[in-house]
């Protein structure tokens, strides 16, 4: 009761749209993690913080730029303020009374933002995507003067099905709203470019920030002879994972429209030789944690005291991904850019292709699929058991396919060559004002 009550004060403070209110939730929200500034540092206020990743904090570290983190559950609870639905995707939506609930919106971040941008010197705001609670924000600042930049996170598309919905998008929410919008990869750029979703000469190729890292680590890493133990890493995925109509994604509710036979197969025979090789660590890793075990499980009709019952299984949630390819003698997974990862390290990656993937209706789900001269494909269950004991129990030539392998990574993920953070920070100094 005291929650909900403390809920509408804090709305009808926001409503009144008071100098003095607008100025406490700049006060008490808005810190700096970087304390020094000097006459060059650039300024930037991030939406939707966590959607980078580690990205705000390599730039911070590297570059002189300080980043102002915009509280997601303050964008989520300003939001809530103004639109009566919360789920509205109000950057397509036409609704006369959510236009008129988006123009009040908007009139007050016009005020609130100014106040900020103000009172922290922003120079630029930058976000992750086309997301509704950062949209107006985007809006409004664009108006202001500020330039936003827009770091698209959304860039694996190792398949025509992920292209396909990327292609869409950039249709549906056409036009623009930024100043400037950066990509991973020509890919992505090229299909922005086509759908007429954004100019020319405002889209930029800079690659994957976080990768520039992984990269100097493959160079310098020489020591995949000294792994203290044989490990198995198993990237996991769900029946719907690949496909962009999966609802929720990656565990739908009506599985059967999708892969369940091909997710229970892959995990079922990783599992079985965790089992039958208690001297080899078998890890698979979730993708978040909460269900995503849960949902496994369920799926596979396995309870939670048999995986337990294999001492050398563990399920991961928090593990470094390129920590666990570093220490593995093989990698399995599907539609993840980890295998792409993997690969350029020179690391066994082995791709299941039977069950429902091998179908024809599943065809565009299909990743990387004119790269599969640099990956071991397994057609059934047999043959994905014996390629992972056979890479267990040898060692592989590095060398092979190298040029290959490095043409997929640049095609579908990062730079091998060039930094992607001297890229992108190129690209912010040429758009704020310094």
Known sequence: MIKFILKKLFKYLV??????INYFIIKFFFKRTKSKINSDTIILLALNPFRFRNDLEIIEKEKN????????????????CFYSNIYTDIGKNKDPSIMKE???????????LDKLFSMKNIQGVIGAGVYRQDYDIEIVSKNLGVPVLIFTREGNLNSEETKNSFKNKCIEYSPFHGTAMLVHNDIQRDIAIKTGYVKEENIYKAGIIRMDSWIKTIKNHTKNTSLDKKSVILFSFGPGTGHSLSSPPHWPKNQRKY???FCKEVHRTVIKYAKENPDVNVIIKCKWKGDWKKNLLMLL??????????RNLTFSYDDDAHNLILKSNVVIGFASTTLAEAVIASKPVILPYFSEISEKKFE???????????FNISENISELYSS?????????DKSKNLHRKKELFNKYLSFTDVSSLD???EIIKSHVKC
């Open 102 to 112: 988006q123009q009040k919106y908007q009139k007050y971040l016009n005020r609130f």
């Open 15 to 20: 409503l009144s749209n008071l100098n003095i």
């Open 423 to 425: 890229t992108h920070y």
């Open 364 to 374: 565009n789900i299909v990743c990387y699929k004119e790269f599969f001269d640099c």
């Open 388 to 396: 992972i004991d056979y890479y267990c129990k040898n060692s592989v």
């Open 259 to 261: 892969m369940p036979n």
């Open 301 to 310: 009709n396995i309870n939670e005291e048999y995986v337990k019952s294999i």
């Open 65 to 80: 730029i300080v980043i102002y983190r915009f509280s997601f559950p303050l964008q989520c609870f300003l939001f809530s």
